[in-house]
């Protein structure tokens, strides 16, 4: 298995446009989960979804972000409008809770740029 | 809500020296707390975890212990190595339910030579 994969690895984007981040998970894992890393603040769990399903969204910051998980094998986190303030590297993890193996593994991430 | 606060957030040691970070939660159900090691530029990887009905476990250089009375645990590296400057973060959650991953900031440790 190639791991989670994200894509794009970097976006660079003006002010106001809508920005979509997409990751596919590890076959098999039911779990996925967006953070956002920034200097400031860290590693903060935006929102996870449980076969398919977003459990818990409180992380999100606003309304500007949305994420959707149409299937088991493709997730998305959209911003529309973006703002200078989103600029951070956002991560995608994916793990299969319950288990004795429950390591969460991390895509590579996206690295925003809102200019 | 699990919150989960991480000292130092920076530490700097001689090669050679051990370093210890400390977490704290406070969701009593939290069950597994895994450590995770961020190179720069680079994805956070797992280093060491710790379950509940454990104490303490111990991988090489690095151990990790709990206190669930207390609602802490801890990183330890012994002998530490120039490649073992990185970024540590330290989590918290339910694992066997739906648990997700709540994460310290983050401590930035650098080994000098």
């Known amino acids: 298995d190639a791991g989670v994969i994200q894509s794009p690895r970097h976006e660079v984007t003006e002010m106001g446009q809508e920005v979509t981040l997409r990751c596919k998970p590890i076959?098999?894992?039911?779990?996925l989960f967006w953070y956002r890393q920034t200097m400031m603040r860290g590693l903060e769990l935006l929102i996870y979804?449980?076969?398919?399903?977003?459990?818990?969204d409180s992380g999100m910051p606003e309304d500007r972000f949305s994420a959707k998980m149409p299937n088991a094998s493709f997730s998305t986190l959209k911003i529309q409008p973006s703002e200078p303030r989103d600029s951070a590297v956002y991560f995608c993890?994916?793990?299969?809770?319950?288990?004795?193996?429950?390591?969460?593994?991390f895509g590579q991430g996206t690295r925003l740029t809102v200019v | 809500g699990e919150n989960v606060e991480q000292h130092p957030s920076t530490l700097s040691v001689q090669e050679g020296d051990s370093a210890v970070i400390k977490c704290t939660y406070s969701d009593s159900a939290s069950n597994y707390f895994p450590w995770y090691k961020q190179e720069l530029g680079k994805r956070p990887q797992l280093i060491i975890d710790i379950r509940s009905n454990v104490g303490e476990k111990k991988d090489q250089r690095i151990a990790v212990t709990l206190n669930k009375t207390a609602k802490h645990f801890s990183l330890h590296i012994t002998e530490t190595q120039p490649e073992d400057s990185a970024v540590y973060f330290c989590a918290a959650s339910i694992r066997g339910s739906q648990g997700n991953l709540i994460f310290g900031k983050g401590t930035k440790l650098s080994v000098k030579p």
């Open positions: 993890a994916s793990s299969l809770p319950g288990t004795l193996n429950t390591e969460a593994f």
């Open positions: 979804f449980n076969n398919n399903v977003p459990i818990d």
């Open positions: 076959s098999g894992h039911n779990s």
